[in-house]
């Protein structure tokens, strides 16, 4: 058996070497890497809450202007102004915010632009309130404007009533002075032999027929045209002598029916002229007052009256 050399050891008597400073090193690494992890995910999340802060305080942003517009839209359309360039904004805007909301890609892209324009639209809407105020301005001028129109219009209507009332005051005034009278009226009484008596007191004997004449009275505003007389011969009793064979007939005065006796047309030329009517009754006349009426156009002409004994 060989003698072990002197010079060596056993592997369990040699000192073991120290790994500490390896370890350390290791997990100094480690704990590094986590921390250096740690922040750098606390960073994104620092910076996707402040991007999520800007979007939502640029959306609140979008949505106050929207609101602002649509004020001052309905302020406009109410004063009679323009409003498709506003309408067409809101619209760009509401566009805007809808895309903010649901695009990731159009929020890096147009967030920063969107809120540089926030400020023009402010600046878009003084510039709108300055215009609402000017047509605030033209629209009371044209109220005073209106008002005083108004006021020229009742009174012009007023006057043109006034006139149109002076006018059938005056029409109405007119047809009543071109109404036609009669003068001078004469009931003669002629017998079987052709003799005339006059006196307006007749016996039957007297009265074979009846001699009326009387004139119509000159009339310078008449109008010169044909007129239908309607003479009505009345009995004691109201009753009018009639006749359907000798000519009587009906008309209307006053909305009813009246009867006539006989019925002459003349030809009225505004000068005045004699009228004769021949009435034969064929019968004997009642004994008392007997009234006669002459008519034309539905109004009294004039009037007279005869006794019989």
């Not at 323009?82 to 159009?106: G, H, R, S």
């Not at 001078?184 to 004449?213: F, P, S, W």
């Amino acid at each position: 058996m060989e003698e072990q050399n002197s010079s060596e050891q056993p592997d369990y008597l040699k000192p073991k070497k120290n790994r500490t400073p390896v370890f350390i090193v290791i997990t100094f690494l480690l704990l590094a890497a986590v921390v250096f992890f740690y922040y750098q995910n606390q960073n994104l999340e620092d910076e996707r809450a402040r991007q999520q802060k800007e979007i939502s305080n640029t959306y609140l942003k979008l949505d106050s202007i929207t609101s602002e517009l649509n004020i001052r839209i309905q302020t406009i359309k109410e004063l009679g102004g323009e409003v498709d360039t506003l309408e067409a904004l809101k619209a760009e805007l509401e566009a805007d915010k809808k895309q903010l909301l649901v695009d990731a890609e159009y929020q890096r892209s147009r967030i920063t632009q969107l809120n540089n324009r926030v400020a023009g639209y402010k600046e878009l809407l003084l510039l709108k309130d300055e215009e609402i105020e000017q047509l605030k301005v033209l629209n009371e001028e044209l109220a005073e404007e209106n008002t005083t129109l108004k006021v020229e219009k009742n009174q012009l209507n007023q006057t043109v009533q006034e006139l149109e009332e002076n006018k059938k005051e005056l029409a109405s005034k007119v047809a009543f002075a071109s109404r036609l009278q009669i003068e001078g009226m004469q009931v003669i009484a002629i017998n079987d032999r052709g003799r005339e008596k006059t006196g307006g007191e007749y016996r039957n004997r007297h009265i074979e027929q009846l001699k009326i004449q009387f004139t119509v009275v000159e009339n310078e505003i008449a109008p010169i045209e044909g007129k239908d007389l309607l003479l009505r011969v009345i009995a004691p009793d109201g009753n009018v002598l009639f006749d359907v064979t000798r000519g009587s007939g009906s008309f209307t005065f006053e909305n009813r029916e009246m009867f006539y006796t006989a019925k002459q047309e003349i030809l009225y030329d505004r000068n005045s002229q004699l009228v004769t009517f021949l009435y034969t009754k064929g019968s004997e006349y009642a004994i008392g007052q007997h009234k006669v009426e002459v008519y034309t156009d539905d109004y009294l002409m004039g009037k007279g009256s005869f006794m019989v004994k």
